[in-house]
């Protein structure tokens, strides 16, 4: 069992391009989701998903995307990256809503210049 | 709309001393709560969860936390700490599907 795994690990792009990053996870959990974490403002939800095929946006959704084409992947697309992108990104997951526990991978760094 | 707050952003401690870390939520729903723990470039892992119940809840590696209403405070702590306990705690509130809105973490450094 890998848990949840992201791909890439680190990334730096300049300002303007776009990239995907991977989230999967093999539990077979309905819910995911995808946190920012920047210093001193803990994490903030960008988007989450509560079963294949369905998104809704988080508190910080502008200038991201989500897709959930598969129940066991989830990505999160920058169509146009900015500085202020510059963030560590975590993908989670968990079986059934509020109270279960949120399983997180090991986080993606990303640098935009 | 549900907030969270840590009330300390570091806390430092010698080994083998006590050590609470607090966090003040509002929240005018029903109150489900958590402390994650996330090590040195690490994603984060739960230590523990309040869902309803027994005010006083255990987690793992010894840590417990104390559910208070009337406060409206989840402080987490341990009457014990080791080095290995150096890591950021984040206290945490869940809403519905499951969303999580985090405090803003509190680094805890533990020293010989």
């Known amino acids: 069992n890998a848990g949840v795994t992201q791909t890439p690990k680190f990334r730096v792009l300049k300002t303007g391009q776009s990239m995907t990053l991977l989230c999967a996870q093999d539990?077979?959990?309905?819910?995911m989701y995808w946190y920012r974490q920047d210093p001193g403002m803990g994490l903030r939800l960008i988007h989450y998903?509560?079963?294949?095929?369905?998104?809704a946006k988080g508190e910080v959704p502008d200038g991201y995307n989500v897709s959930r084409l598969k129940k066991q992947n989830f990505l999160l697309g920058l169509e146009s990256a900015a500085p202020s992108q510059t963030s560590v990104y975590f993908c989670?997951?968990?079986?059934?809503?509020?109270?279960?526990?949120?399983?997180f991978g090991p986080g993606t760094r990303l640098t935009v210049l | 709309a549900q907030s969270v707050t840590q009330l300390d952003s570091q806390v430092p401690v010698f080994e083998e001393a006590p050590v609470e870390l607090r966090c003040n939520y509002s929240?005018?729903?029903?109150?489900?709560l958590f402390w994650y723990v996330q090590y040195p470039n690490q994603g984060l892992q739960l230590l523990l969860k309040?869902?309803?119940?027994?005010?006083l809840v255990k987690g793992i590696n010894g840590f417990e936390a104390e559910f208070n209403k009337s406060q409206t405070s989840f402080h987490l702590r341990k009457p014990s700490v080791h080095i290995s306990d150096t890591a950021e705690y984040f206290c945490a509130g869940g809403t519905s599907y499951g969303k999580l809105t985090f405090g803003q973490g509190t680094i805890l450094t533990v020293h010989p």
């Open positions: 989670a997951s968990t079986t059934d809503g509020v109270t279960d526990t949120q399983y």
């Open positions: 998903s509560v079963g294949e095929g369905t998104t």
């Open positions: 309040y869902l309803s119940g027994s005010t």
């Open positions: 539990m077979n959990h309905e819910y």
């Open positions: 929240s005018s729903v029903s109150v489900y």
